[in-house]
């Protein structure tokens, strides 16, 4: 007998059939004597529905009342999944985040996991009852509802089977596994049976849409077995392992791009040391992000200092930099039409020529690079938005990725 | 400064544009100084989609799990409402029945409350917030969601008061106030300024939809002052009163009518007073509602027995009378075309010319009365169902409601 988190995205949950059909699969783990607990998220589209009624009323502001309408999403498919188990009798029970509690911090709209209290889900499984979890959503020590940010229920499904020392952590999506780029853009995208949970945070972070950022790390720090797979085909997904566990030669697992940031870059800032130390602190206190950095090395007493935000956050930015510093420089130019493209691999700082090989690639395609981040697991370059998807092409036959492989 | 429940219904939250409408009137009576608490139904169409997925999976089944489906509509709007409120300066927050919490007891689908701690209410009002709502639902002792069935944010807001000794509960609806007949049946209908809580009682169990019966019942008990008002016009609606507010004399205060019920008859039913413990027996522990019984008067060994159900109840009513039980009968006669026709007045007791005046209408018409029942305050007749609305327009006539009038 083993102890195992089902978790089932959107798409897995869109409708009563599909519903019925996740309903088997969880059956199936039943029947064969292992304690399941479910996650699930909001059917596929309501969570959009919701968050924009609440975007007509107050923008994008994430307050405790944006936390209370969102969450209902989940709510919904916890009772209509525990429903659809006892028609096919399996013994099912909701779960609400206030009901278990999994308490988080108070960040609306974001909230971290702070502590979860198995007892609920010991008390269901010595019943013989599923328990069904509304992912996505937690309780503040106040008493207030959270969410999770957007993926949230991958986090839910992680942090649970942290708490129950689960065997296995399966996290059922609309994709069959984590690939070395998006099907999509390469055609000849392979699926990985493996990956590390770095590699895996790294592609997580650079755009990766299979698996939210912060459940990765959660699965990372609390050493849960993680398998990605799909709700809708029988086959073998992704199982993300501790590095130990991979054969010890450097590889590179995947090659991934995102357009949702914009570039900055000032012109001729001066008084350098202060003017960066008061850049960076103005935009953290107005709780803003940023991601590349860089500065041209500069004989003069001026500088040009460049960084990529998120496109959503430009006005903010753009105010925060114009009205509320006393920052001296000549000129901000503004770059929306801009795309990261990173290639992630574990061994990448034990190799150089990694890196290389991506210069050179891009290079040859006459893509000339804006900016070039480095990390122990990942190169990532800026490149303008309309050459991204050519470039994710070559470089992923210039890796050797466009054969089938194993590790 | 009073203390003042205001209820919106699903039609006044049904979009975005009519929360913001609703908002205002509630900044109108916090601007007059008032201690305002707002209850809140679904948006218009929110809870049929929810129990719309319910049924694909468990028919009518109302368990727990098709409370905590349903109940997310209110939480929704509650929200909503919250944010909408803060938008224009005035400080609001939701309250979920779990937070309050308002207890009820275990009927998944229509539970009753038992029991509201008033302390969140006070501490909201104490720091000058608002309080939303979510309304139609509670929690068990075992920490599980309830609904109190359609309507049942009428009783939320009405129970609310009572816990909190409100001086007013306004009920905002689609309606202007209560009517002696429904206007799209009778468009001379007449609004009513006034009306007791019995005569409210019996309008709404008899097929007014203005109001959830069971709201009517609460207010009584607790002697909740409660208002019937337009969200859309600005208009005096109607007030319910204690009788003896209202000027001593008898009235009708209008007629109603619902078909929502069938008529069943057994034919030559044997062993007549065992026969009637049976069947009633029977259809209690099926959890099935009587209304009107009569049978006729007989000489001979067997009776013929009719009553009315729910038409959604038929199949199960027909079951358990034709396998459950050894009753004794020849023909069970289903008639599911069938309308009760309702009288609703004050002083009907003591003036037996209104039920006489209603009989001499109807037979003016031609149209035969299949079943009477009179009660304190109200004279009911089944009639087929064709002739139903006519019936109303001609009995509105009648008794004189065609005029606008004064109490």
């Given at each position: 007998m083993a102890r195992i988190v089902q978790k089932f995205g959107g798409t897995s949950v869109a409708d009563i059939a599909r519903l019925e059909k996740v309903s088997l699969k969880i059956k199936k783990e039943v029947d064969a004597g292992h304690q399941v607990a479910v996650v699930v998220s909001a059917m596929a589209g309501e969570t959009n529905r919701l968050v924009g009624y609440a975007q007509s009323l107050a923008g994008n502001a994430k307050s405790s009342e944006y936390d209370v309408i969102i969450a209902a999403g989940e709510q919904v498919t916890s009772g209509l999944l525990a429903l659809a188990l006892s028609q096919i009798g399996i013994p099912a029970r909701s779960l609400l985040s206030w009901q278990i509690p999994i308490l988080t911090d108070l960040v609306h709209g974001s909230a971290r996991i702070?502590?979860?209290?198995p007892q609920q889900l010991e008390e269901c499984w010595s019943k013989g009852i599923v328990p069904i979890i509304a992912g996505f959503q937690g309780l503040t020590k106040q008493g207030r509802l959270t969410t999770l940010g957007r993926g949230g229920s991958d986090t839910t499904a992680v942090a649970i089977a942290a708490a129950v020392q689960a065997d296995r952590c399966d996290i059922y999506t609309d994709v069959t596994g984590v690939y070395t780029a998006d099907p999509r853009i390469v055609p000849k995208a392979q699926k990985l049976k493996e990956i590390t949970y770095e590699e895996m945070f790294e592609l997580a972070a650079q755009g990766a849409k299979v698996l939210q950022t912060r459940s990765v790390e959660t699965a990372m720090t609390y050493q849960v077995h993680v398998r990605v797979l799909s709700s809708f085909y029988d086959e073998p997904g992704t199982e993300i392992v501790p590095?130990?566990?991979?054969?010890d030669f450097i590889h590179v697992s995947g090659i991934t791009y995102r357009n949702d940031e914009a570039r900055i870059t000032l012109k001729?800032?001066?008084?350098q040391t202060q003017a960066i130390a008061d850049i960076f602190e103005t935009l953290a206190n107005a709780d803003i992000h940023i991601d590349m950095v860089v500065q041209n090395v500069s004989l003069e007493d001026s500088i040009d200092l460049t960084f990529t935000i998120l496109k959503g956050e430009i006005p903010r930015v753009v105010e925060a930099l114009q009205e509320k510093t006393k920052i001296l420089y000549d000129d901000l130019i503004l770059d929306p039409n801009i795309a990261k493209i990173t290639v992630v691999g574990v061994g990448l700082q034990r190799r150089l020529g990694i890196a290389s090989l991506m210069f050179k690639t891009l290079a040859g395609l006459g893509i000339p690079l804006q900016v070039i981040s480095c990390s122990a697991i990942k190169v990532s370059v800026l490149v303008d938005e309309s050459v991204a998807e050519e470039a994710v092409r070559v470089l992923h036959s210039a890796y050797g990725l466009d054969k089938e492989f194993e590790f």
């Open positions: 702070e502590q979860i209290d590095e130990k566990m991979l054969n001729n800032v001066r008084n």
